[in-house]
């Protein structure tokens, strides 16, 4: 279980780590994504520049994973929206959402100054995966929706609402005694919490 629901997004390299440490044999030296750029990154590409080139997972885990449980928001949007984005060729991925699905910011930018005064952030280029999806506008849709988000719990609390949401849909037959505070949950699954801010 991976938690995003904070994740506003960020660096591609940091979704690219994740991604790694995430994918099952399957997936490993296969497509991760590609990029659609504009023209002038298409011009500094043809000409040598290899920062847009295809990325490729280079597994970095010993896990054997089938399926993975996002846990998002309407805040999980560009690199965090990546990295779901790029898993899902290869694993069963299953999205809680607080409403219905994510943001949907499916290009990255770079800032660009003006007289070191005014920044802007033009979409620069798109991500996509290695089945040919990118144009989640609207937000990737979550498989379970309308999960209340309850700040108050510590990170990773299996009583938090949206957690405890996401273990039950992973396993909808565990047993929970209800004076439990954080129900014991014996799993496979390992809960990533990625809340702090740009991780990405």
Do not use: C
Not at 98 to 114: D, L, R
Not at 124 to 137: D, E, R, T
Not at 192 to 198: D, K, V
Request: hydrophobic residues 40%; without cysteine; proline residues 4%.
């Amino acid at each position: 279980m991976v938690d995003l629901r904070y994740n506003g997004g960020g660096y591609v390299d940091a979704a690219t780590y994740i991604a790694n440490k995430i994918i099952n044999p399957s997936g490993d030296k296969k497509v991760m994504f590609t990029y659609e750029l504009n023209n002038y990154l298409t011009i500094q590409k043809n000409n040598g520049d290899t920062d847009f080139k295809d990325v490729y997972f280079n597994r970095n885990n010993k896990l054997e994973l089938n399926s993975v449980y996002f846990i998002v928001s309407k805040h999980t949007a560009s690199a965090a929206e990546l990295l779901i984005n790029s898993l899902r060729p290869y694993m069963e991925i299953k999205l809680i959402a607080e409403q219905s699905a994510t943001y949907g910011k499916p290009v990255g930018s770079f800032e660009k100054k003006i007289l070191n005064r005014i920044s802007f952030l033009p979409a620069s280029f798109k991500l996509i995966n290695a089945v040919g999806v990118s144009n989640y506008w609207n937000g990737i849709t979550a498989d379970k929706t309308n999960t209340s988000d309850y700040g108050f719990n510590d990170f990773g609390d299996q009583a938090e609402p949206m957690i405890s949401a996401a273990l039950d849909y992973a396993a909808p037959t565990r047993m929970v005694k209800a004076a439990e505070k954080t129900p014991k949950y014996k799993s496979k699954s390992a809960i990533l919490s990625i809340n702090n801010n740009s991780f990405f």
